[in-house]
């Protein structure tokens, strides 16, 4: 353990002793009076005493009317605001949030599902608590901090998710090392907070799935195209289905369950394509018409004499921040008019945004632009978006990242 952690295992106390306060400049108070969870570093008037990447901090205003408390950060949203009470930060804090979380689950189905045994428990700014990803994955829970506050009080949070689930929860892995910001320096490292090895076959709505969360991207498995899985499946049966950037193989499945004569999986990731075809083994054995493809989505759109009946397009965030937008926009137009060329007569495009920088009105816009460009008629016939327990703070747009077309191509 090293000096940072240790101090926040006794921060309560600390932290109450320090008292690090913020005060804002005159008028920046107004987002926060809108409860939106994010101070930036151009509203600070003035710091009483030092704090340090991830210290708890007292908001004020230009006034000395408290406004918040929240947890600091070096770059230019200054403060993740944690609550708008002044409420003591400590491990009862840590259970009640949580607790508030597992509520809204539960009320969803999630939590005693026997088609569906894994599910998002924390969704950062959604369930209010900003830089925080817990994923359920039947018996254990993968932690991801995108912010330093939230990983110094990792056991704090493993502590409350033991309790919360009981004997039901076989582990805990922590899975940060790649989310936190680079120049915090605390060299983390993935590491299980409680157990070991629990099962790694989920459910989804009855479909099975291999999950590797510690070598696998985010937290293992895309939890948030669940829905528009299942969406995907009627709109297979006797199709010829193309699912890029497929990952572990998600779409695919639901495509052979709903009857396609013909699945290709395409993925750079030969890791990724390997558990797509255990994937597959699982759900159909040896002779499901499938086959996987470790290569670029855009050389094998190249490459390929293929012709789809059903494309899907999930890629990768193209836009992780406001600068890269212009390159985004150009990335999915591209990408679009690719699948518009290799789309049979009435087919169907399944076409996706998860670049949070990207607004659902840019993305439609692309897609647009994209269309045109192929000279086809194109309509409308789902607009799509995350799942219910990737839930969107109302005082938050910005959470709202998952976008999703499904379009009928003439």
């Not at 983390?188 to 989920?202: C, H, M, Q, R, W």
């Not at 052979?256 to 395409?266: C, P, Q, R």
Request: hydrophobic residues 40%; aromatic residues 12%; proline residues 3%.
């Amino acid at each position: 353990m090293n000096g940072r952690d240790a101090m926040h295992c006794v921060s309560t106390c600390f932290i109450s002793i320090r008292m690090i306060k913020i005060y804002l400049k005159k008028g920046k108070d107004e987002a926060l009076a809108r409860f939106h969870p994010w101070i930036f570093s151009g509203a600070i008037a003035r710091t009483e005493g030092q704090p340090e990447e991830g210290d708890i901090v007292h908001v004020y205003s230009h006034s000395g009317s408290f406004l918040a408390v929240g947890m600091c950060q070096i770059g230019s949203i200054a403060v993740r605001i944690l609550s708008f009470e002044n409420v003591e930060i400590n491990d009862d804090f840590w259970f009640q949030r949580l607790s508030e979380a597992y509520a809204l689950r539960e009320k969803l189905g999630l939590t005693d599902n026997p088609q569906t045994n894994c599910y998002r428990l924390v969704h950062g700014e959604g369930d209010r608590l900003p830089g925080l990803i817990i994923d359920i994955y039947n018996d254990a829970a993968v932690v991801q901090a995108h912010a330093v506050g939230m990983y110094l009080c990792r056991n704090s949070i493993a502590e409350a998710l033991k309790k919360i689930y009981g004997n039901r929860l076989k582990a805990i892995y922590d899975k940060s090392s790649q989310t936190l910001p680079f120049k915090a320096g605390l060299n983390a490292k993935d590491e299980y907070l409680f157990g070991s090895n629990p099962s790694t076959i989920v459910l989804e709505h009855g479909k099975k799935f291999k999950i590797d969360w510690e070598g696998g991207q985010k937290t293992g498995f895309f939890l948030d195209q669940r829905e528009n899985r299942k969406l995907l499946e009627e709109f297979c049966k006797d199709k010829k289905v193309l699912n890029t950037f497929a990952y572990t193989g998600g779409f695919s499945i639901y495509a052979l369950n709903g009857g396609a004569k013909l699945v290709h999986s395409v993925d750079s990731s030969a890791k990724a394509m390997q558990l797509t075809d255990e994937n597959v083994q699982l759900n159909f054995g040896d002779k499901a018409p499938h086959q996987s493809f470790a290569q670029d989505t855009f050389d094998f759109f190249k490459e390929t004499q293929e012709k789809y009946d059903v494309i899907i397009l999930d890629p990768p965030a193209f836009a992780k921040h406001g600068n890269a937008l212009k390159n985004a926009l150009q990335g999915y137009k591209r990408l679009n008019a690719q699948a518009f060329s290799q789309i049979n007569k009435d087919g169907f495009l399944f076409t996706y945004s998860c670049s949070q920088a990207v607004s659902r009105e840019q993305f439609r816009l692309a897609v647009f632009s994209a269309a045109a460009i192929s000279k086809r008629n194109v309509r409308i016939v789902h607009q799509l978006s995350q799942p219910a327990d990737h839930p969107i703070n109302i005082y938050h747009p910005e959470g709202e990242y998952l976008k999703g077309l499904v379009l009928y191509v003439e």
